[in-house]
């Protein structure tokens, strides 16, 4: 075909692309409707110009074409997902989570970026419309997003490691599932916990246990996995010389421990148990505390969670409190602390209880 031929074809096949109708980037489908109220459109070539020989779809993008003013009318739904869990099995079920939200009458919009979700998230037109933003990832997305987002309903497709908070309300990772509770709509107020201005939902742990997931972050490269946790375990329990800390309770109580577990949820990971009882709507911690430091009281207490016996070792107390005063104790370092599984600095601190503070969706009473 002569050159000038092909020019001219290419000239013809860009002005029947109107401006506006293609999407600078793939990852973030949180783009507003065409300003001329005609069909949203998605990917970096126009898929309706019948000129355009090739359409490359990007990752994660989304074939579905909506009115534009049909769109503003719709409830939708932020999908705040970890840039790592879009591979495999988890992008195929980010892709059935858009696709039943859309057959279910959503407007569903995806974030890689949080940038883009909370500019979003600032304007209110787009923000009173919002039904709940979906963490799309482990935990520690999870953490994220209501650190961010307080005030939002949420809920969670379960695409992490542990997923503890999924595991313990019954959110499937099923895509087209959750889509179904999303529909459903079926909300509580659950209690969150608070860590020098942190919050987060399952547990803050003082000690050992914070140095295991500060070693193990430190030594991240891309996915975390079990064994991660487990080579990090066994180098803290050779190296780690668990400096005492001082804990002063609500209630006026106070007691010295080498490592305290504050727990929110009743989940752990590696479905270890150190408070059963805990409940996230009582609006209170029940905290554990180990008064021994010796390698061979630090095994015992892990095989006594892996039992569900903790409650019954004698070093150990179980303590009921709205707020805990965490300081090392005197002449004693710091002690490193994590939250929901994520590394958040060394004590001091102060950890108090937000009772009814998240809105979670949740599979309705069967």
């Known amino acids: 075909m002569p050159a000038a031929t092909r020019r001219l074809r290419r000239r013809r096949s860009a002005r029947r692309c109107r401006p506006g109708a293609t999407h600078r980037n793939a990852r973030d ?21 019948p000129g355009t020989r090739r359409h490359r779809r990007p990752a994660l993008s989304f074939p579905h074409t909506v009115c534009g003013k049909s769109r503003m009318m719709r409830n939708w739904v932020a999908i705040q997902r970890n840039p790592i869990s879009g591979h495999g099995q988890n992008r195929r079920e980010l892709l059935r989570l858009v696709d039943e939200l859309r057959r279910l009458g959503f407007d569903p919009r995806l974030y890689a970026s949080r940038a883009r979700l909370q500019r979003r998230m600032d304007d209110p037109n787009w923000r009173n419309r919002l039904r709940c933003i979906v963490a799309a990832g482990g935990d520690g997305t999870v953490a994220d997003v209501i650190n961010r987002f307080p005030d ?34 079926h909300r509580i107020r659950v209690d969150l916990g608070e860590w020098n201005g942190r919050r987060f939902t399952l547990m803050c742990s003082i000690g050992f246990d914070g140095h295991v997931v500060l070693q193990t972050h430190a030594r991240r490269r891309g996915h975390i996995r079990r064994w991660n946790y487990l080579l990090a375990t066994a180098r803290t329990l050779w190296n780690y010389r668990h400096p005492p800390q001082v ?88 002690a490193p602390v994590q939250l929901d599984g994520d590394p958040a600095g060394h004590t001091a601190g102060t950890c108090r209880i937000l009772p009814a503070a998240l809105t979670l969706i949740v599979p309705g009473p069967r």
């Not at 379960?158 to 959110?171: D, K």
């Not at 029940?286 to 390698?295: A, E, H, N, Q, T």
């Open 152 to 185: 939002v309903p949420v809920t969670t497709l379960p695409l992490g490691h542990e997923n503890l908070l999924a595991r313990y309300w019954g959110l499937p990772s099923d895509g087209r599932r959750l889509a179904h509770i999303i529909a459903a709509d």
């Open 247 to 334: 804990l002063r309770f609500d209630s006026g109580q106070q007691v010295q421990a080498f490592h305290a577990i504050i727990v929110n949820n009743p989940g752990y990971a590696m479905q270890l148990s150190f408070t059963p009882q805990a409940d996230p709507r009582d609006g209170a911690f029940d905290v554990c505390v180990f008064l021994r430091r010796r390698r061979r009281d630090v095994l015992r207490y892990l095989a006594r969670a892996a039992l569900g016996r903790i409650h019954r070792d004698p070093n150990v107390r179980i303590v009921r409190a709205c707020s805990i005063e965490v300081t090392p104790a005197p002449s004693a370092p710091p």
């Open 29 to 49: 489908l949180a783009r507003p409707p065409s300003a001329s109220g005609g069909i949203a459109r998605t990917g970096r070539l126009c898929p309706a110009d």
